[in-house]
């Protein structure tokens, strides 16, 4: 089993959901809400540092998150402007990186299966992908072959799920990024991967890792998890 630093983004506004809550923090189940799930598992598995990115409803979700013991809370001051990857930086800020940092995304549903397919990555850089809904295209395209990312945000009939683990040569690739104004993952990824840096694809089903960005989510999460 990998050892990791951990870090869950939890700063966007989710203003899809319409709520004035984080929409990470509604409940989905007996067991709260999605940062709820994730922050038990990732506790559980005892990893070097666990550290929940806030933004907005950061009080609501500093606390949440608080209550889990090990839990570190760090603060994004503008992540409408500076993203994910703004938020990324400010979630490692402190680390001296030397192992792996797995990056989940506090909105989202990781199942078992997938929590078990984490066992079998090495320290290396890698990304979930999956296949999507056969009514739309890919949000962010990715090509695969014999899991090695070949291809990442131009082309591909898979698309870049909610997580990624960093190896720690490429965390170094994160604060450059976002000093050029870059915003997402595969912004920064994919300049790595174009250059031949080997990144690992973690192939999952739609029922393993699964957003919850909707009142509608809420609803299919609630039935997927009862």
Same mark, same amino acid.
């Given at each position: 089993m990998t050892d990791w630093h951990v870090v869950v983004l939890a700063a966007g506004r989710g203003r899809r959901m319409g709520s004035s809550r984080h929409k990470a923090l509604l409940p989905i189940c007996e067991s709260g809400g999605t940062l709820d799930l994730i922050l038990a598992w990732v506790s559980q598995r005892q990893p070097l540092s666990l550290t929940v990115v806030t933004g907005f409803d950061a009080a609501g979700v500093a606390e949440r998150a608080r209550s889990y013991p090990g839990v570190q809370t760090r603060h994004n001051p503008d992540p409408d402007t500076s993203g994910m990857l703004g938020s990324l930086a400010v979630g490692i800020a402190d680390l001296a990186v030397t192992d792996p940092v797995l990056v989940?995304?506090?909105?989202?549903?990781?199942?078992?299966?997938?929590?078990?397919?984490?066992?079998?990555?090495?320290?290396?850089?890698? #990304?979930?992908?999956?296949?999507? @809904?056969?009514?739309?295209?890919?949000?962010?395209?990715?090509?695969?072959?014999?899991?090695?990312?070949?291809?990442?945000?131009?082309?591909?009939?898979?698309?870049?799920?909610?997580?990624?683990?960093?190896? @720690?040569?490429?965390?170094?690739? #994160?604060? @450059?990024?976002?000093?050029?104004?870059?915003?997402?993952?595969?912004?920064?990824?994919? @300049?790595?991967?174009d250059g031949g840096r080997r990144v690992d694809a973690v192939q999952v089903d739609s029922d393993s890792v699964f957003d919850v960005d909707t009142p509608a989510d809420i609803d299919d999460a609630r039935r997927r998890l009862t």
């Open positions: 989940l995304l506090a909105d989202a549903v990781y199942r078992e299966d997938f929590q078990r397919a984490l066992d079998d990555l090495g320290t290396g850089t890698a #990304i979930a992908v999956r296949q999507p @809904p056969a009514e739309r295209a890919p949000e962010v395209p990715v090509e695969v072959s014999g899991n090695v990312v070949r291809s990442l945000g131009r082309e591909g009939d898979l698309e870049m799920a909610a997580a990624v683990q960093w190896g @720690p040569r490429d965390v170094r690739a #994160i604060a @450059p990024a976002v000093a050029r104004g870059l915003t997402t993952q595969w912004q920064a990824l994919e @300049p790595l991967v």
